[in-house]
């Protein structure tokens, strides 16, 4: 199984990034995904994560500014950011697991540990 994030750069505040993460060999029906941020030093954050039933829940910064989306035919998993802020610079990931009952609790509870698959991460920058 393998994850591959792509999507992030440098933009102003204010302005979008759409994150991508293309998945191969997963054959698992049954799945939680999520995408977390890290920044240096810290521990992965939860951002949203989306189960295979299409549950999907965000952390409370994310509302309304993110949105997940998920393209069965492409295997890929997305996120949209809009009017991004300084702080939402950061270290971005995708994870995904078959344990669907990692998405069955609080986003930003969620430990990037604990999925048995991530990607290799991407970066936002968001200047002024």
């Known amino acids: 199984v393998q994850l591959v994030e792509s999507g992030g750069g440098s933009v102003q505040a204010g302005g979008s990034l759409r994150l991508s993460c293309a998945a191969s060999?997963?054959?698992?029906?049954?799945?939680?995904m999520a995408w977390f941020r890290q920044f240096p030093g810290k521990e992965g954050e939860g951002v949203v994560f989306s189960d295979s039933n299409g549950e999907t829940v965000y952390g409370d910064f994310a509302k309304g500014r993110f949105t997940s989306s998920k393209d069965n035919a492409k295997n890929t998993m997305y996120l949209q950011m809009n009017s991004l802020k300084l702080e939402n610079t950061a270290l971005y990931y995708c994870a995904a697991d078959h344990a669907m009952s990692l998405c069955w609790g609080e986003v930003t509870s969620l430990s990037l540990a604990w999925f048995t698959t991530r990607g290799q991460g991407t970066q936002a920058t968001v200047s002024s």
């Open positions: 060999g997963y054959t698992d029906s049954r799945y939680c």
